[in-house]
């Protein structure tokens, strides 16, 4: 049931992966095929398609899984911002995230939605990039809520 709760996910726009890039293919190859049977009638083209999607689907299917496995749900995506980051020890909060994809780029997400991303030349690279991003982004937050402290200290006055 699992499984099946991967593919579909996987087969969708996912927040961090994007759409699924299989997608264009599946629909195109089986139409290939159909289209190829056509000159032994509707029996060919019934055949030729179904040949391109079950010899196609598998792999699609085999990806939609990987992605709809490795990219946490909407629900955990809430979840997590609520806690703090352990391989950083940032907390979550509302401000968006950089954090990085499997494609070795960092990615700016906020309330699930992807907002900013960039592409990067290494896995280690892109790392660096994050760190440096998501500590401006705390300090940033830190000046802000001293900001706040000030301003309720000054009214108080």
Not at 5 to 17: A, Q, T
Not at 59 to 85: C, E, H, I, V, W
Not at 86 to 93: C, E, L, V
Request: glycine fraction near 8%; hydrophobic fraction near 40%; charged fraction near 25%.
């Amino acid at each position: 049931m699992n499984t099946l709760k991967y593919i579909i996910r996987g087969i969708g726009d996912l927040p961090d992966y994007g759409p699924h890039p299989g997608t264009p293919l599946m629909v195109i190859l089986p139409i290939i095929g159909a289209i190829a049977g056509l000159d032994n009638g509707l029996k060919g083209a019934i055949f030729g398609f179904s040949i391109f999607f079950l010899s196609f689907s598998p792999f699609y299917l085999m990806g939609a899984y990987a992605r709809g496995k490795q990219s946490p749900d909407k629900a955990t995506l809430k979840s997590n911002r609520k806690m703090s980051d352990p391989s950083t020890g940032i907390p979550r909060t509302n401000m968006p995230r950089w954090r990085i994809t499997k494609y070795s780029s960092a990615l700016l997400v906020h309330e699930g939605e992807i907002c900013n991303e960039i592409y990067c030349a290494s896995h280690d690279e892109a790392e660096c990039l994050v760190d440096v991003l998501n500590e401006l982004t705390c300090r940033a937050e830190k000046a802000e809520s001293e900001i706040e402290r000030l301003k309720d200290a000054l009214e108080s006055l």
